[in-house]
Nanobody, 134 residues
Framework: QVQLVEAGGGWEQPGNPLRLSCAAS????????VGWFRQAPGKEREGVGF????????RYSSSVKGRFIVSADNARNTVYLEMGSLKPEDTAIYYC???????????????????????????WGQGTQVTVSS
């Protein structure tokens, strides 16, 4: 049974960092595509960062590129989202999601439509709230 459990959310001041974790079970995080999505109040859910265990297999949305880093610890079967230089507009519920993909590298080459499409992800965590304010 596939499970994803997020942790690490909370309140943080603008400019400070925060790290989220996504502990996976039922599959190996390196074998599939794992993504971080977020949903702010009144807004649609958006993808922010994605990873798989292949060369060049990380990707970010333009809104977080250069500030957020996605990484994976295969031994712990956990994916992390390191959020740096937080802004108030980063306030949202953050979700970890996983897609069972035979050839993950294919999602990271060429058009990125599948990576950022929430409907491509079969499994979701419960979400963790991140609030950025002074």
């Amino acid at each position: 049974q596939v499970q994803l459990v997020e942790a690490g959310g909370g309140w943080e001041q603008p400019g400070n960092p925060l790290r989220l974790s996504c502990a996976a079970s039922g599959f190996a995080v390196g074998d599939w595509v794992v993504g971080w999505f977020r949903q702010a109040p009144g807004k649609e859910r958006e993808g922010v960062g994605f990873i798989s265990d292949c060369v060049g297999c990380t990707r970010y949305s333009s809104s977080v590129k250069g500030r957020f880093i996605v990484s994976a610890d295969n031994a712990r079967n956990t994916v992390y989202l390191e959020m740096g230089s937080l802004k108030p507009e980063d306030t949202a519920i953050y979700y970890c999601a996983a897609a069972q993909v035979v050839y993950p590298a294919g999602w990271f080459s060429g058009p990125e439509g599948r990576l950022f499409d929430e409907y491509e992800y079969e499994y979701w965590g419960q979400g963790t709230q991140v609030t950025v304010s002074s």
